[in-house]
């Protein structure tokens, strides 16, 4: 009879499947967090952020898997929706709107209506925060005045905000998949991932 925990859990045909769809899932977010914005001169970017690493920057990149720093399709990361999930808490806590309150005892149809909102809220400020860094991205540049946006035209701003707010709400996504699918919270494991 074998004692060992870990073994007699991978007997588990249902957990190893589950515990494979994470491990894809995360695979393809690591592929997708290297898939660089249009536009960007990706020798001006690493140099730029070599500079400021020790910096809060730095910090932001870490939390993004490096996103950040290569001004990935996932630069933003999850953090819009987290930020969403916080103030909605926020706001039903401070009793601020009384039909929140409302939703939240309707069982599993307000469950579902609340995270609806927190979605639509998180593809808001993932469109705010998307358009704040494609801004800041455009006046920025490189040790010795390298510019880091190629053509800082409108199209560029525009189409790169979008795409931004475009990969927060495919990881939001590919959280709640994984949350489903999966094991544990996806939104968490993908934070974790980005950090490890």
């Known amino acids: 009879m074998d004692n060992n925990p870990l073994a007699s859990i991978l007997q588990s045909p249902e957990l190893r499947k589950r515990i494979l769809f994470v491990v894809i899932a995360l695979a393809i977010y690591r592929v997708a967090a290297v898939v660089p914005i249009p536009g960007i001169n990706a020798e001006a970017i690493a140099m730029f952020f070599k500079q400021h690493q020790g ?4 910090f932001l990149d870490i939390f993004s898997g490096g996103a950040l720093g290569r001004f990935s399709v996932l630069a933003l990361g999850i953090m819009p929706y987290i930020n969403a999930s ?4 926020l706001i039903k806590g401070a009793h601020i709107f009384p039909g929140l309150e409302k939703l939240s005892k309707e069982g599993e149809y307000g469950r579902r209506k609340e995270n609806q909102i927190t979605r639509v809220f998180g593809l808001i400020l993932s469109l705010l925060q998307g358009f704040g860094l494609t801004i800041a991205i455009t006046k920025m ?9 190629i053509d800082p035209s409108w199209t ?6 979008l795409t931004l707010a475009a990969g ?5 996504w590919l959280g709640e998949i994984m949350t489903e699918k999966g ?3 996806g939104i968490s494991i993908i934070i974790f991932a980005g950090i490890v």
């Open 55 to 58: 910096g809060m920057l730095g």
């Open 86 to 89: 916080i103030i909605m808490g």
């Open 141 to 149: 540049s490189a040790p010795g005045g390298l510019a880091i946006v």
């Open 156 to 161: 560029f701003i525009i189409t790169t905000t």
């Open 168 to 172: 927060t709400m495919f990881l939001m």
């Open 183 to 185: 094991i544990g919270n």
